[in-house]
């Protein structure tokens, strides 16, 4: 690809990404929506003005390093020890029930044991991002309401992860190996761990060694490349270099120069992570969503059984904040949004082979609906437990 | 390239160009010619621990296209237009006798004619971040001394991206076409002052425009597109992609989001940047720089010809600022550094088989002589004139 190919694909990315992320705002919902949809306009099964190169690839895999790694920044371990109990019951029951509705979803409709788990684990993750987002706009993100989801959402994240790496593990593999479930979910939690106990014990000194760059970019430069680089230990490790990069964003969480590393991490994000979800929404063929195409049925009654299923999951979830002070409705409510996360595990399933393209677009509306409904029932429900 | 590849190639790239740029920092030097050297290091011609892929030459590419944005964005027209006279003819002196003395040298030393114009167009332009930050430290920047150089090295910019144009035009066309010439020169000047224009009198409704985005990031995508797709249309005309992208930078200096615009760029910037430059050192062939070796020392005698040439050149030019306010050995001085602009210029000429390798080492050389050279000149000049 030369340089006026590479530029022309930039700038229709870029430009379709902005403007359907700015409709996507205007009619109440999250951007990252708009630039799903984007893709899925200028993709392969609508215009087909742009193409997925290696280049673009490999920038959008980076990407969505770059955005967990930002998401591990502003995880602040301390906030969800204080909500404890409940955000972790919550997040534990609000990853098991939905995988399991999926996954016997997922058997009962006979697909494979493979398929059924990939099916399940994209209804695990919540996506921190829209949650937090709804939240702030009804006031609630500093109420127990607030702390028991954001809490939720953290925890929600790192099993989010550690199912990422089982997924992947398997994936490779090819069949269900538990031993090699173990091995991953052990080496994940390990690498996770060990990155939080450094963050912890260590983090300010890292900081005191960044402290020791002078030029212009070192803060930004050496922070990417110690999220580059755990990403790609994790890689040697087998395990995805997401997490790397998520534990990079914990650890550095740590330092003094949290703030400044934040402030710079965003735009350098901006410009990666869109090429991904503009791949992503790129990788949706529309003409399998066609309800009056026969052999289309079974994936749309898919996305209506997973979508029942998704929701069911996470409002069984809220009950884990029984007890504390926070409305079990709303929490459940709150943790029903699903994004990047469940769509990176579609991703990893849609590229390995695994799931194939109708069971993608199923999960992209499953993704497309929960993100919409949870705004709509949050102000809702408020509105109710006022009067 | 799979991921884990690409992902190493980035670690590589980022930790030596930072850990080079400090050094370089240290011993007073920019710390751009740590990335230079960072590059000759790791490539081929000593450790071989990277190589360039397609993916990296198009990142490094879009890095020398937001570094230009970004010089564009600095750009105050204003300011220039205030010394007006005397940096005019700094800056023109300083681009055509340095010209002159390098096309002689290299018709003298038997190249051919556009071997010629490639050695002379190297040594034109002076790095405004150079002289900027070597003016600071010597608290010199808000003086008549520091405006005209500015002021010079800004439209020595200017001058030098014609010339790059010129330079583009001819390494297509393969021989000198002086109607190409005008008709590239034309293209290019017509482009920049039509930026400038909508700049001046259509930049702030731009700003309107911008302000009507809300997502977050919008602010630094719209602008990187906006700097990619002038870029894109400047390759369309046959003109360096570069030219559009400055051209964009000084449209946008002209908006009220301008500072806003630089804090995000930077980062981008800081991370795209410094893959251009390694890979330029990388492009270095350390061997040929052997004087043991009785083959290299034509081009070992060049490189201090040409230093020679571009030393008196400069040093000529100071005499423009005659009859202002300002010191012309001083101001001759700080026209002395070389930087991105006549590297990008030699790459050029390298990429396009027109300048070997020797000849480009060559010019590093005369590079790293004159950013060397100003800063000690100066602190003696000014320590003279204060005594």
Excluded: C
């Amino acid at each position: 690809m030369d340089l006026q190919e590479f530029l022309l694909n930039l700038i229709i990315i870029y430009s379709a990404a902005r403007v359907m992320g700015e409709i996507a705002l205007r009619l109440g919902q999250p951007s990252v929506l708009g630039e799903l949809l984007a893709g899925v306009l200028i993709g392969g099964s609508l215009f087909g003005w742009i193409e997925e190169t290696p280049t673009l690839k490999l920038m959008g895999e980076v990407g969505v390093m770059l955005l967990l790694f930002e998401i591990g920044l502003e995880s602040d371990l301390h906030a969800f020890l204080k909500v404890g109990r409940a955000a972790t019951l919550v997040a534990v029951v609000g990853v098991a029930v939905p995988f399991l509705l999926g996954d016997l979803l997922g058997l009962t409709l006979g697909l494979s044991q493979l398929q059924a788990i990939f099916l399940g684990a994209t209804l695990t993750a919540t996506s921190i991002a829209i949650s937090a987002r709804a939240l702030a706009e009804l006031g609630q993100l500093k109420t127990p309401d607030g702390h028991v989801i954001l809490g939720a959402a953290v925890i929600d994240d790192l099993l989010g992860l550690i199912i990422l790496s089982v997924l992947i593990g398997l994936a490779t593999t090819g069949a269900v190996s538990w031993l090699e479930v173990g091995r991953s979910a052990g080496l994940a939690t390990l690498m996770l761990a060990t990155a939080i106990l450094i963050g912890i014990f260590y983090g300010h000194r890292l900081g005191d060694f960044l402290k020791l760059l002078n030029t212009r970019g070192s803060l930004i430069v050496a922070s990417v490349t110690f999220a580059l680089l755990l990403g790609y230990l994790s890689g040697l490790l087998h395990i995805a270099p997401l997490v790397g990069a998520f534990a990079a964003g914990l650890v550095l969480a740590r330092t003094e120069q949290l703030a400044h590393i934040e402030k710079a991490i965003k735009p350098v994000a901006d410009v990666f992570v869109p090429i991904f979800f503009v791949l992503v929404g790129a990788a949706v063929n529309l003409s399998l969503l066609n309800p009056f195409e026969a052999a289309n049925r079974p994936y749309l009654l898919l996305a209506a059984a997973l979508g029942v299923a998704a929701v069911l999951g996470k409002l069984v979830a809220g009950l884990g904040a029984l007890g504390s002070k926070a409305d079990p409705l709303a929490v459940g409510i709150g943790m029903l949004p699903r994004g990047e996360v469940g769509l990176i595990f579609a991703g990893v399933g849609l590229s390995q082979g695994i799931i194939k393209e109708g069971e993608y677009s199923a999960i992209l509306l499953v993704v497309a609906g929960t993100t919409f409904l949870s705004p709509i029932l949050l102000k809702w429900r408020y509105a109710r437990l006022r009067a």
